[in-house]
């Protein structure tokens, strides 16, 4: 037992991506056990791993913890980017549910039937150029600091950085319009946090993933 | 302004039902302002009110905040209804989201069109007597204590009876298998504040009729 937290989800993003992230901006280093067939989610959720047999799940100081919100709130209590009191984290958490209602859409796009992808697309980005991306870039604009809340970096910047790099891979010239959405500083500071993890596993499958796997979590995430 | 929190929905449970259940198990009266058209929720969405130009929208200590997560996370908080340390907010949190995954979909049986909701309500009700009920029942079992986290009560042993209150009107003897929630049910229902909250004429709301699904359809879509 190494002691570092452990990963049970398919070698993909899905929604396990933004508890990597987390760890990631940390710099704790983690342990992945990847779902690679229906065989290997029946053996966790028969030996009792999974509350409500699905995962993710992350063994994380001696719990088996579920629930992707769940999870997350607890590495971002532990590792201090929470904001340091009710209110920030009141403002933490209006933006960190305002990123996972456009993390859904940007979900699910891959799984969606072939004639509908193209509508689900319009949609997917009218959402993050009208409604998500306009409310951040406001924020940075009206307080000029470097990070969303508090002056030190949370899980807000962790978590809207990735759903920007996401947005991007949809359409590269997507925050044409939000010049301080785009300041490279904090996105350099991240990327220096990404450095420091080891995990090199996590690193190089940042990439999408496809058939088998997409199917798997379809089934793993309607039903 | 009365200091008091004011909540911006329309007139039923849908996101805001949690929240209202939270303030009151709390103790702490609330207003409300309905969103009965379309032009209202317009009117807030150009007032700069909703961040996300969504509602609930609840103004409360100075802020107008959104997200029902937020919103309830802040109201949790607040009133120490969020365990006593991170292990026991991990604890809570687990339960709550399991929770939140049900309400889902007890709530959206009644925006599914016709040919969908026979299997919808089967799948409604596989999912409560075999998912989540049994890991309640067995968390009581377990500790043994009246409460589900840390002997004391938490959001979750209210949001666990407001899942059950609404599972049980899908289905009245839903719970038939379960003693521990069925005596969890008596005893946190007895609790003053939330006795009262389930007094005819309190701020709960019914379940929505299927008549007025398409006038909330009308608001938001």
Request: hydrophobic residues 40%; aromatic residues 10%; proline residues 3%.
């Amino acid at each position: 037992m190494s002691g570092k937290p452990k990963l049970h989800y398919f070698n993909g993003r899905g929604r396990m991506e933004p508890i990597r992230w987390l760890l990631a901006a940390a710099g704790v280093e983690f342990e992945e056990s990847y779902l690679e067939k229906k065989d290997d989610l029946t053996k966790l959720r028969k030996d009792g791993s999974l509350l409500f047999q699905q995962v993710p799940m992350v063994e994380i100081d001696g719990m088996k913890m579920v629930q992707t919100r769940a999870i997350l709130n607890y590495i971002a209590m532990k590792y201090n980017l929470y904001g340091k009191d009710l209110k920030e984290r009141a403002l933490i958490d209006m933006y960190v549910e305002g990123i996972f209602d456009l993390n859904e859409l940007f979900i699910y796009y891959d799984i969606q039937p072939a004639d509908k992808k193209e509508q689900h697309f319009a949609n997917m980005m009218d959402k993050a150029t009208n409604r998500y991306f306009p409310a951040f870039e406001k924020v940075l604009k009206d307080h000029g600091q470097d990070f969303l809340v508090g002056n030190q970096l949370s899980r807000a910047d962790v978590q809207l950085l990735e759903i920007i790099l996401m947005a991007e891979e949809f359409k590269p010239d997507i925050l044409a319009k939000f010049p301080l959405l785009q300041v490279n500083e904090w996105r350099v500071l991240m990327d220096n946090a990404l450095e420091r993890t080891t995990d090199l596993n996590w690193l190089r499958n940042r990439g999408e993933w496809e058939g088998e796997e997409r199917s798997d979590l379809e089934n793993n995430q309607i039903c």
